[in-house]
């Protein structure tokens, strides 16, 4: 993490535990609720209060870490031309850290994340990646040498820190959907921006079901850039922020 920018650690939860979530999820899509509706569920919340997630985040961030009211349920249907996310940071701050955790196996097939580590670029190069709008021949050739793929089993974890540039891959004919749930961290004793607040001590207490409801509410308005579909639930999303 501290020289790559970026963590993936194999088998923190059972694959029984993972395949009910994933079940969850694939419900919530069924009843025909976009998969983020599914973290109106505890379990997606109480994962994360694990002894082996909590060292994990102490390890990175430090004791006294706290959530971020950012999270998002993936859900990348096993067919050509299916996507995860398009490349992006997830801000500016090196102080903060994304957890990404896989419910099914995320494959070279079904569009699993890939990145490029922070030690293998220009030390600014995740930083200015919102802002560039051209990359040189040569840049873009870097860009693509030093990109890793990250397979990631279910019940593994990947993270990495705002500044890395990630993304989720074009499926293709894949046997399953990749789901996976993301979800954002802050060091202690740093200044939240406006838009990070409120923060959550997840080792406290999981949120209660309405304030799941209105981080869900705030992630369909936050993430329709990235999921456009997700515009046409602006309405509801408005009213569940309240
Ligand atoms: O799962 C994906 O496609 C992208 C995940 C991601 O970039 C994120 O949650 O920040």
Known sequence: MHEHGYFQLDSIFSRSSMRHMRLTVESVRAAGWPAVF?????????????????????????????????????YVTPSAGAHGWLPHVDGFHKTRVSLWIPFSDATLDNGCIYLVPQSRMPDQFGRAFLRRKRYSHQEASAILQNMRALPAGAGSVLGWNFGVVHWGTVASNAREPRVSAAYEFIAPGVKAEPVELP????????????????????????????????????????????
């Not at 505890?42 to 060292?55: G, N």
């Open 199 to 242: 923060l959550l001590n997840i080792s406290e207490r999981i949120p209660s079901f309405d304030e799941r409801l209105q981080m869900i509410g705030r992630a369909l308005i936050a993430y329709s850039k990235f999921e456009p579909r997700m515009a046409r639930y602006e309405k509801l999303a408005a009213e569940l922020c309240g």
């Open 38 to 74: 599914a973290m109106a569920y505890e379990e997606f919340w109480t994962i994360l209060r694990t002894p082996p997630v909590a060292r994990l985040l102490e390890g990175v961030l430090g004791t006294g870490y706290q959530m971020l009211p950012h999270m998002w349920c993936h």
